[in-house]
């Protein structure tokens, strides 16, 4: 298990202002209304998520870092847990034609406002769930997905990316270092329900046989 920060680079490019996410609106409702995962949660107003999370190919670079450091073949088979509107999925596509992509997600909106080109490819469903057999995946990825499940699901769907990889997974979720990234965290997140260091983080992993890589995203 190794950390390979894919992701990093976008996430620090956001500017966020903690202190209005709390100050500025009702937090408690908010984040009622974002973990339904639906319309306001993608593309509503800022307070209750993206405030509108459209394709702008942001997604490409690190689809490219992904196929090259996992070495990944034009036919290969890559699962996206947590895909919601399949952006990164979709680059991954691009760059690999012939790959057997699949997405699941929680989000019927996510999923139905999928980029089209790999739509057909999605499902509805959960991550400790997965409807797919043994060893299916060459490549299994969950971005910013995980840390929305209390921990005995949490648990499940650590276990069962396990499970459906054959070869390799990456698994990146939001994390804390120090008490200013863990008060930002509390302030920012509206769908999070585990809240762990990273030592936590990797404790869990390992306890529930993991053995992909990973990366935490943290709110400095």
């Known amino acids: 298990m190794s950390y390979q920060p ?6 620090t490019k956001t500017k966020r202002d903690y202190v209005a996410r709390v100050n500025e609106f009702d937090k ?4 009622e209304v974002a973990k339904q995962f639906e319309y306001d949660y993608w593309d509503g ?10 394709y702008d190919g942001r997604w490409e670079s690190v689809a490219r870092e992904m196929v090259d450091y996992y070495n990944l073949r034009d036919g290969d088979s890559i699962l996206d847990v947590g895909c919601g509107k399949a952006f ?13 992509v699949s997405g699941i997600d ?13 739509k ?24 910013t997905t995980l840390h929305n499940l209390k921990i005995h699901d949490l648990f499940k769907a650590v276990t069962e990316i396990e499970r459906v990889k054959r070869k390799q997974a990456w698994i990146c979720v939001e ?5 200013k990234e863990k008060v930002n965290l509390m302030y920012w997140q509206l769908t999070c329900e585990s809240f762990y260091s990273p030592e936590e983080w990797e404790w869990i992993y390992k306890t529930n046989g993991y053995s992909g890589d990973h990366e935490f995203i943290y709110f400095e």
């Open 6 to 11: 894919f992701v990093t680079k976008l996430h």
């Open 28 to 31: 408690a409702k908010c984040a």
């Open 45 to 54: 107003e800022r307070q209750y998520g993206f405030g509108g999370y459209h």
């Open 88 to 100: 990164l999925l979709y680059e991954l596509k691009k760059l690999l034609p012939n790959s057997k």
């Open 106 to 118: 929680i989000s019927k909106y996510g999923i139905e406002n999928a980029k089209e080109e790999v």
């Open 120 to 143: 057909d490819f999605l499902i509805h469903g959960q991550a400790q769930e997965l409807p797919f057999e043994d060893n299916s995946f060459d490549l299994v990825i969950s971005n």
């Open 175 to 179: 994390s804390y270092r120090n008490e």
